[in-house]
């Protein structure tokens, strides 16, 4: 069993909400994560996720990051996915995700 996602950093700025968790996304952190965004909505905001303390990613997570990045795109706001390391960006390149995100 995984652990959970030990803290997770909320920045919120007028134009940007900062994300920024730690561990890993999997099953049972993406909830967590998830139920923690429900606390903290976009609002319109452009929303940036600081991946540099994710230590890796599941298919849940990469399905967490697609319904934050629909509810963006709905709002009409951009949403970025920062600092990830070499086992995340693996995983976006392996399953296409990096096609499908912006990872600056």
């Known amino acids: 069993m995984s652990e959970a996602i030990l803290e997770t950093v909320f920045t ?44 890796y990613i599941s298919s849940a997570g990469l399905r967490l990051l697609v319904a934050l990045q629909k509810q963006v795109k709905a709002e009409g706001r951009s949403m970025v996915i920062r600092n990830i390391n070499a086992v995340v960006r693996e995983v976006f390149r392996v399953s296409g995700f990096n096609k499908s995100f912006t990872v600056l």
Request: hydrophobic share 35%.
């Open 12 to 55: 919120e700025g007028e134009s940007l909400l900062t994300v920024a968790p730690a561990g890993r996304l999997d099953t049972v952190t993406s909830a967590h994560l998830k139920e923690q965004m429900a606390a903290h909505p976009t609002r319109g905001r452009d929303l940036e996720l600081d991946f540099t303390q994710v230590e």
